[in-house]
């Protein structure tokens, strides 16, 4: 690989790479605008400038490849009066709207005014150029044409990536604006990476607007939910409350974006349907109980029916959106505290959802159907669970993150279930399955838990707890231990690592792997 020298460290970077890659292996930072590394390269901001050695003049890092002996400055006295002369043609139009602009705070316009620049305007307040503002031009995004530094980002991205070109640059000179064709509003399934890739707040999430101030936001590493796709995500939280999702680079699974209904899944994980206390059926309604009472009344419960009717009296339906850990740990419980093999897999997709695109959207809206699959829980056994309730062997079912009866409607589900003598429900929301319950335990949702999914090409990536659940809500794999110990006296374990150690010394597909390995982007299942 070639070696040069970048602001006098030696580098040591790939033939393919260009000099803000290059820096950046360094831990120089080169600023750029329009420079996005998913993005063909244009070289229209001007704002990487540097100064290489033997270069008659500047040159832009973004289109310069590394070669073996190149010296370059990016703080050279040339280069700093590029950097500000750029900063300055930049800001002559730029209107004074920071204290009101939802990008503050991670606005590259700010940051390096602050860091490169720094110097009064010479142009008068009255006579900058005025632009549409606060522009609906669909799909949830806001156009401020004011604060566009014609990048071209949002351009390209709608051009190279989605290939359906909604935006274009319009007029010249300082008259320049991104817009819309007349009449033609953006109407595109990924139309939020637009949002996320802007440097300014030119685009901007309706959403999101005036909600809150991106400097108290906490962010956390987890995969998106909405898709067997798996997208790597950022959360966005503050106080226990999701603000918004943010695609994160993942070469191997969703590059550096994400499509807009896994962007605006989250409000359904945090609305107010949200259980936060164990419940149980007393005269026909759910009345709130102590966890200690809920663990003792279920145990007590699989034991008379395990003396009555034997081990396969009792089975357990496990949903596509629960977790590698949580589907193991109720695999293990099934098998060694109640000794039942009846447990079944529900993968199911709302009515109307979208199916497969070319980029990366899944028609199975289950992220874990894959690794559910991988430790062998049977997709296709919920029509033998319901052929055993009908001939009287099932008397108990044990229901984990599985709304059957929004999966089946109501009437199939009472003719495959109705007969049923004991229902337990695991969830995170009451819903509907939750109604027909005899017990209903408070589990924590997917951003609240430590664990990993495995998305459809066997991707196993892991996914980490922003805060904790409300109320007295705890993670699935904590409640199925508590159980698992009032049934047979046995210490499950209870945190993700350790449940995900067991499993992989247990599963040959997951043989190998290891929570703490599975690192930022993931680890392929070992079959």
Not at 187 to 202: L, M, R
């Amino acid at each position: 690989m070639p070696k040069l020298t970048i602001d006098g460290k030696e580098v040591e970077a790939g033939a393919d790479l260009n000099l803000i890659q290059a820096a950046e292996l360094a831990g120089i930072e080169i600023p750029h605008y329009c420079y996005h590394p998913g993005l063909t390269i244009v070289g229209n901001c001007r704002m990487c400038l540097v100064e290489i050695e033997k270069a008659p003049k500047l040159q832009i890092a973004c289109n310069t490849r590394v070669a073996e002996g190149m010296v370059v400055h990016t703080k050279s006295d040339k280069a700093k009066t590029a950097q500000k002369a750029v900063l300055e043609f930049l800001l002559i139009n730029h209107p004074i709207d920071c204290p009101v602009c939802d990008q503050a705070g991670e606005c590259k316009l700010q940051d390096y005014y602050m860091d490169y620049d720094q110097q009064p305007s010479r142009f008068p307040l009255p006579e900058k150029n005025h632009k549409g503002k606060a522009i609906d031009i669909g799909s949830g995004v806001m156009l401020d044409q004011e604060r566009c530094i014609l990048c071209a980002r949002c351009t390209r991205f709608f051009d190279e990536v989605t290939k359906t070109s909604e935006l274009a640059i319009f007029e010249r000179g300082d008259h320049n604006r991104i817009d819309i064709n007349p009449g033609q509003p953006v109407n595109n399934k990924y139309a939020g990476n637009v949002v996320d890739i802007c440097p300014v707040g030119a685009l901007t999430e309706k959403e999101f607007r005036f909600r809150m101030r991106v400097w108290y936001l906490h962010r956390t590493a987890s995969v998106c939910g909405g898709c067997e796709r798996g997208c790597a995500i950022d959360i966005h939280h503050h106080r226990g409350r999701i603000y918004r999702f943010k695609p994160r680079f993942n070469p191997g699974v969703n590059s550096y974006w994400m499509c807009d209904e896994g962007r605006h899944s989250f409000p359904a994980l945090q609305n107010e349907t949200r259980l936060t206390s164990p419940l149980v059926q007393s005269k026909d309604q759910l009345v709130s109980e102590p966890w200690g009472e809920g663990i003792r009344r279920a145990a007590s419960i699989i034991a008379d029916y395990k003396r009555t009717y034997g081990a396969n009296s009792i089975a357990a339906v496990i949903d596509a959106t629960s977790t590698n850990e949580e589907a193991f740990a109720l695999k293990q419980l099934m098998k060694t505290a109640i000794g039942s093999d009846r447990i079944a897999t529900l993968s199911w997709s709302p009515p109307g959802a979208s199916g497969d695109d070319d980029l990366l959207i899944r028609a199975n809206k289950n992220p874990n159907a894959r690794g559910l699959a991988a430790l062998a829980i049977p997709a296709d056994g919920l029509d033998g669970l319901a052929a055993a309730v009908a001939s009287g062997e099932l008397k108990m079912l044990i229901a984990m993150r599985a709304d059957l009866v929004r999966a089946f409607g109501e009437e199939e589900f009472v003719r495959r279930f109705g007969a049923l003598d004991y229902m337990l429900v695991l969830s995170a929301d009451a819903n509907e399955t939750c109604q027909m319950a005899n017990q209903v335990w408070p589990i924590a949702a997917y951003p609240e838990i430590d664990g990993s999914f495995t998305n459809f090409k066997g991707r196993v990536q892991r996914i980490n707890a922003a805060f904790p659940p409300p109320g007295a809500a705890l993670a699935g794999i904590e409640a199925i231990a508590r159980l698992g110990h009032a049934l047979d006296g046995v210490d499950r374990p209870s945190s993700a690592n350790a449940v995900f150690a067991s499993m992989a010394a247990a599963e040959p597909a997951f043989k190998g792997l290891s929570l703490a390995a599975l690192g930022e982007h993931g680890a392929d299942l070992a079959s």
